[in-house]
């Protein structure tokens, strides 16, 4: 068993920023990487960024310049930045743990809206 927790969204401004948080029960050792995906109502569930073991960070177009993905290995904790937040950033934001042995888990989500 893995636990994948995601905390931090709510209400933001337009324009604002939020901070998510991905607590994951699995060490930096054994941690393959994690993504952030997000799913507004009525569309498909969508890549957003993405951390690799090495470092290295990928982002979709829709938030490139935004959004920041970081680790803390010391918490087993993945975040993600938002700045500059724009209303079609509203979605259900999902942390997905990929480990060395091959399994995937996601979290149960958090909620970001971004009024207009």
């Known amino acids: 068993q893995v636990r994948v927790e995601e905390s931090g969204g709510g209400l933001a401004e337009a324009g604002g920023s939020l901070r998510l948080s991905c607590a994951v029960s699995?060490?930096?050792?054994?941690?393959?990487?994690v993504g952030w995906y997000r799913q507004a109502p009525g569309e498909q569930r969508e890549w957003v960024a993405s951390i690799r073991r090495n470092g290295s960070t990928n982002y979709a177009d829709s938030v490139k310049g935004r959004f920041s993905v970081s680790r803390d290995d010391a918490e087993n904790t993945i975040y993600l930045q938002m700045e500059r937040l724009k209303p079609e950033d509203t979605a259900v934001y999902y942390c997905?743990?990929?480990?060395?042995?091959?399994?995937?888990?996601w979290g149960q989500g958090a909620q970001v809206t971004v009024s207009s």
């Open positions: 997905k743990l990929e480990t060395v042995y091959g399994g995937t888990w």
């Open positions: 699995t060490t930096a050792f054994t941690t393959n990487a």
